[in-house]
T-cell receptor, first 119, second 110 residues
Framework: DAGVIQSPRHEVTEMGQEVTLRCKPI?????LFWYRQTMMRGLELLIY????????DSGMPEDRFSAKMPNASFSTLKIQPSEPRDSAVYFC?????????????????FGSGTQLSVL | DAKTTQPPSMDCAEGRAANLPCNHS???????VYWYRQIHSQGPQYIIH???NNETNEMASLIITEDRKSSTLILPHATLRDTAVYYC???????????FGAGTTVTVRA
């Protein structure tokens, strides 16, 4: 498996523009997470899905942010309109609950991230 | 609310064991200790996890104290490629979220 795939790897846009980040989780995984990382705030969980259904979006900063998971192999994180303070690295991760010692083990696999710069 | 406390940074000599401490004094009985690391410009990577017994895998060993209030991640033979930020995370059994703190920046020196 190629792992979690994110695109684009880098995105530079101007304030006010719409930005869409994409994620393809590992096949068979039933949880998908979106994180944001900045120097000031570290790694923050934005939202996560279970079986394509959003479970907890309490980390989404404001209404400008939205996330969807139309099927088990694809998710998007959209920012509209984008602002300079949205500049960060956005990570997608998936988890399949490996069966270790008979119990489900939550091991997150992260993508390489999308470096977003909003000018 | 911080569930874990880690030193902000530490150095280690290449080829020596690196012992990374983590305090989690408020851990409850059904919470696991997870360790992840993040190499520069990459996404975090799972290392190991445990409940109350010591654990070992191909990457590291995890030693959890008997009272479970602290743990130590051991990298047995550190290499330059182990230079990374190491995160100690406490996670409930039915909690699918992982909350990352500031972690420990480990620098392995030749």
């Amino acid at each position: 498996d190629a792992g979690v795939i994110q695109s684009p790897r880098h995105e530079v846009t101007e304030m006010g523009q719409e930005v869409t980040l994409r994620c393809k989780p590992i096949s068979g995984h039933d949880y998908l997470f979106w994180y944001r990382q900045t120097m000031m705030r570290g790694l923050e969980l934005l939202i996560y899905f279970n079986n394509n259904v959003p479970i907890d979006d309490s980390g989404m900063p404001e209404d400008r942010f939205s996330a969807k998971m139309p099927n088990a192999s694809f998710s998007t994180l959209k920012i509209q309109p984008s602002e300079p303070r949205d500049s960060a690295v956005y990570f997608c991760a998936s988890s399949g609950g490996d069966r270790g010692k008979g119990k489900r083990v939550e091991k997150l696999f992260f993508g390489s991230g999308t470096q977003l710069s909003v000018l | 609310d911080a569930k874990t406390t880690q030193p902000p940074s530490m150095d280690c000599a290449e080829g020596r064991a690196a012992n990374l401490p983590c305090n989690h004094s408020t851990i409850s009985g059904n919470e696991y200790v997870y360790w992840y690391r993040q190499i520069h410009s990459q996404g975090p990577q799972y290392i190991i996890h445990g409940l109350k017994n010591n654990e070992t895998n191909e990457m590291a060993s995890l030693i959890i104290t008997e009272d479970r209030k602290s743990s130590t991640l051991i990298l047995p033979h550190a290499t330059l490629r182990d230079t990374a930020v190491y995160y100690c995370i406490v996670r409930g059994r039915n909690d699918y979220k992982l909350s990352f703190g500031a972690g420990t920046t480990v620098t392995v020196r030749a």
